[in-house]
């Protein structure tokens, strides 16, 4: 019985390793500081701080059927990122920027990470769930989120509000602004 469970466990690491697809990277060289208009088609994205001076886009290359269209835009300190996905069944799609970075963000619809960047932050989605990592609430001048169907929720802000038309402002003596608006969907903004 061992030597039959030995040869099947074995087969499935292969068979596993076979499936594991290589990821496409797309990077571009951009200063920190800058500021990153990301305009993101539907979609599951997470967008990071990255190790270095540099926008690096990656998702798993799944054939045909999962091709992603991109294109990143650089001049001096501003750059546009976009993005078109298939329609149905898309990759997720992890996009990297300097830790120290101004955002705009437009999603159609989808799910959205925002975790580790530094700066003001303007992101609005039509559908699905935003959460954006904030840091330490000190570092905003000017805080306004809202969701018109759905929980908005931030720790850092104290808030806590769900169903229809809800939304906050926050003002303190940071040097940031964060703005954040969901048509449908949960929005929360973590410390």
Known sequence: MRTMVVPAT????????????????TERKFISGGTVRLELAAGEYEIVASKDDRIRV???DRGKDADVTLRIDVTASRATVRTETPWKDGPTI????PRRTNMIVRLTA??????????????????????????P???YRYVKASVTVGDLTSD????????????????GKGQYELRAHLMAGDLKLDR
């Open 156 to 171: 850092a802000f104290d808030v806590n509000k769900d169903g229809l038309f809800r939304s906050f402002e926050w003002t």
């Open 10 to 25: 074995g087969a499935l690491a292969l068979l596993l390793a076979g499936s594991v697809a290589e990821a496409k990277v």
């Open 110 to 135: 989808g799910d959205l990470k925002i975790e580790g960047i530094e700066g003001s932050k303007d992101v609005s989605a039509r559908a699905g769930d935003v959460i954006i990592s904030v840091g």
């Open 58 to 60: 990656s998702w798993p």
């Open 137 to 139: 609430r000190d570092q």
């Open 94 to 97: 992890r996009i990297e920027l």
